[in-house]
């Protein structure tokens, strides 16, 4: 029984992953939308919510049995009498010869109603913890999820196997409702499970990583093709790198083609324009794949016999990269001000320049009121 359990488990947690991974581009999408970052409390609880989802739904339908050993003869399917599970319980211990308290405790059908309430908790907590319901909406919601399962069940997964492999149980509904309140009862004591308060907005004219990203990706885009067109050894391919992302913005006062496009240019923790120095330091932490490049360019270029060096340069390669694009990429997602390692440390920020829309001809602005009154004709 433990096996079959932690194989359901098992199915959930993969499940889980699956799930998660498929929903992490859309949900961050949605988080820059509204509140301009990846917003972590939500994020954390739903990707909780998710996990427990998925591990409940495989221990209530999972693993589907034979259908030869449970869809021939007649089979029960619904209990409609409320607490049979104490008559099961007694009936139990009268056929293994036991009594006592610990005994009942101990027994199948003690052990599968309290495995219901538990199962339900969680699904308590998250509604009062989380999401601020009150004990009527959470009570109906018990209520409502442990029905749609029973429902589930009592259909064979709604046609999708062949026949009825769990009973319909109203003794399940009791705990399971039952587990909802309990969980209700102790979600102040869950205290790692944060409140979705109000989401703070980010700060104004942050330059956000999605814009970053896609800055970076022009920028190396330019620097590709120059290289590709022009040639050259390996290290030569950090030249035009260096040229846009650091020479360009140094001579424009902040401006990389990227960051033109996206309305955007690099400058100084204060607003001033950014130095030399403190742009080559910028870029020397936030392309990790540069640091990469330059580790691992006199390897590719070496010989390949030495397979001990090879491997030790792709695995320092490999860890720098991670922990760059960790503080570079990842850090940043969850501040308001959206700024990682490279930009704190060299002391720079994006900052966003809002262009006056193009005014169509003939309805051009004429900001000097004194020159109206000029081109009135008079008289």
Known sequence: MIATYLGSVRTGLLLFLGIGFALLLPMAAVHYRRYGRLEPRRALVLYAF??????????????????????????????????????DIQA?????????????????????????????????????????????????A?????????????????????CAYRLFDVDDLIANTGGTLLGFALAPLVIVLPKLAPAVPVFADTVGVPRKLA???????????????????????LA?????????????????????LLGYRVRRGDGSPA????????????LPGLWCFVLIAPVLTGDWSDNLRVLTALALCAVLGLV?????????????????????ISGTKG??????????????RIEDPDSVRRLTPTG
């Not at 900052?351 to 051009?364: C, D, K, L, S, T």
């Open 240 to 260: 035009p790198v260096l040229l846009t992302r650091v020479v360009v913005p140094w001579l424009t006062r902040g401006w990389t083609p990227g960051g033109y």
């Open 92 to 140: 139990e211990l009268a056929k293994h010869n036991r009594s006592g308290l610990l005994a009942g405790l101990t027994s199948k059908s003690m052990l599968s109603f309290a495995f219901n309430i538990a199962l339900f908790a969680p699904l308590g907590v998250f509604l009062r913890r989380a999401f601020g319901k009150g004990l009527r909406t959470t009570a109906a």
């Open 275 to 286: 130095g030399l120095f403190r742009l080559a330091g910028r870029e020397a932490l936030e």
């Open 50 to 87: 998710l996990a427990y989802a998925a591990i409940a739904i495989s221990l209530v339908f999972l693993p589907f049995p034979d259908p030869v050993k449970v869809c021939t003869g007649v089979q029960q399917t619904t209990q409609f009498t409320p607490f049979q599970f104490i008559a």
């Open 324 to 344: 760059l694009a960790y503080g570079a990429l990842v850090a940043p997602m969850f501040r308001r001000d959206q700024l990682g390692w490279p930009e704190r």
């Open 351 to 364: 900052v966003r320049v809002r262009r006056r829309p193009v005014q169509p001809i003939g309805q051009e």
């Open 142 to 162: 018990g209520l409502g999820v442990s029905l749609a399962f029973e429902l589930t069940q009592l259909t064979g997964n709604w046609g999708l196997y062949p």
């Open 215 to 237: 800055a970076l990706a022009v920028d190396l885009l330019l620097s590709g093709m120059f290289f590709l067109t022009t040639g050259g050894g390996a290290l030569v391919a």
